[in-house]
């Protein structure tokens, strides 16, 4: 590699969505069509994402942030609850549940992997008892594309369960990885029946990720009766169809002489949200799920390819720190490279890069570093997460990569460093 020519070519971005004239054709069609928000692309996908990993019910939203707030919300997570998050996270994980009113339980993660365990869940869980906080919920995140450990007897399932606590899976980063923790292989967002207090996943359909909305996002889990109630939520606690054995609350206004439904009525039990899908991103995402398993086989391809270019680099550069218990439908290229040893910092080798052609980000400044969380919290000290935070760089990875850009990030990388 040390002899390669990085040339004049392309840049390469960390992420990048890929489009094809299919997508093209699926979204035109909706725009020549009768309906722009909520109508047969919304409901289309709903099923298909349901059944692709296994879940009840699917509830499309606006992002992955939305589906967050809708998942806090239809648990009934609010003022005098906690939740316990990884700091190795996105902003939303924390934010969503402090706009529910709940206070942020702050775990540490393994500095390898990037993922919370039980050891630090529960570390986090005796630290918000000493606070005084009840906490009501674990949001694990599938960081990367991989999942964090779930089930087992060492498993966040079985900690949820015997502390009687709602699992919020955050899987925005792993629409297509498979949890293999259990007896059998579990697509990530079917669902934990087994967690008594609740259990739903979320996904995010950002650009960067395995698939593309535009902007859009969901919600999934086994339980119909708590996923009515986050597709109420999302649009605004409407309810124009009574719950199966209560009916309606004004029942004289919402029946005719027959006993059906007036076709105006609707009823509203709780404020919700208006975080409903368009057709238009919902007509694109549907279209990109028809895609998703080479969209997972090409992004495994790039990363083996990574793991051998990489390999001579070692010790100052490792690619992503491997987990047993899942297959990862990768993300995120997070390499880990000992900036100190290399004597240069991190800003340094992302200016060089970049001036060669070669994109990249840092995925994520621990949350519970934020100036608002400092602010409310204190300083916390989860080293785990900080060492992570210090060693990560996020490679080029989209599957419309060649294989020949991989041979070209790790000669750029290994002339920066070297």
């Not at 992420?15 to 047969?40: F, H, K, N, Y």
């Not at 709903?46 to 648990?75: K, W």
């Not at 999942?147 to 629409?175: F, K, N, Q, Y």
Request: hydrophobic share 45%; with cysteine.
């Amino acid at each position: 590699m040390a002899g390669s020519s990085i040339g004049d070519l392309p840049f390469l971005p960390y992420g990048r969505q890929s489009v094809d004239e299919e997508d093209i054709a699926a979204v035109a069609a909706v725009l020549r069509g009768d309906w722009l928000t909520q109508g047969p692309a919304v409901t289309g996908f709903e099923r298909t994402l349901a059944a692709r990993v296994g879940a009840a019910d699917a509830v499309a939203c606006a992002n992955g942030t939305a589906a967050l707030r809708l998942a806090y919300a239809a648990l009934g997570i609010g003022p005098g609850d906690a939740v316990v998050v990884p700091s190795n996270t996105f902003l939303a994980t924390a934010s969503a549940a402090r706009h529910a009113g709940a206070e942020v339980a702050f775990a540490d993660v393994d500095p390898d992997s990037g993922l919370m365990g039980v050891a630090e869940a529960e570390a986090a869980i005796d630290r918000a008892a000493r606070a005084g906080w009840r906490v009501r919920a674990l949001a694990p995140v599938h960081y990367a594309g991989q999942t964090a450990p779930m089930t087992g007897l060492d498993g966040l399932v079985a900690l949820a369960r015997a502390e009687g606590l709602a699992l919020v899976e955050d899987a925005c980063h792993a629409i297509g990885t498979v949890d293999l923790s259990g007896s059998r292989e579990v697509p990530v967002g079917a669902g934990r029946p087994e967690v008594e207090a609740g259990s739903l996943t979320v996904f995010s359909f950002h650009p960067v990720k395995t698939i593309a909305a535009g902007e859009g996002g969901a919600v999934t889990g086994s339980d119909p009766a708590l996923m009515a109630r986050v597709r109420r939520l999302c649009n605004h606690g409407m309810m124009r169809t009574p719950d199966p054995g209560e009916g309606f609350a004004d029942p004289d206004a919402a029946l005719d002489a027959e006993g059906n439904a007036n076709p105006w009525y609707y009823e509203m039990a709780e404020p919700g949200f208006n975080h409903r899908l368009s057709d238009i991103h919902a007509a694109l995402v549907l279209s990109q799920l028809g895609r998703l398993d080479r969209f997972v086989e090409r992004r495994a391809r790039l990363m083996a390819l990574y793991a051998e270019r990489l390999a001579p680099l070692a010790p100052l550069v490792r690619p992503p720190a491997l987990v047993p218990w899942c297959r990862p439908a990768w993300h995120l290229c997070a390499a880990r490279i000992d900036f100190a040893a290399a004597g240069r910092t991190r800003s340094a080798v992302m200016a060089a890069l970049r001036a060669m052609g070669v994109g990249t980000q840092v995925h994520y400044i621990p949350v519970h570093r934020q100036p608002y969380w400092r602010r409310r919290y204190g300083d916390l000290a989860l080293p785990g997460a900080m060492s992570h935070y210090a060693q990560t760089l996020s490679l080029p990875l989209f599957p419309a990569m060649a294989d020949g850009d991989v041979d070209r990030v790790a000669a750029a990388l290994e002339r920066v460093l070297s």
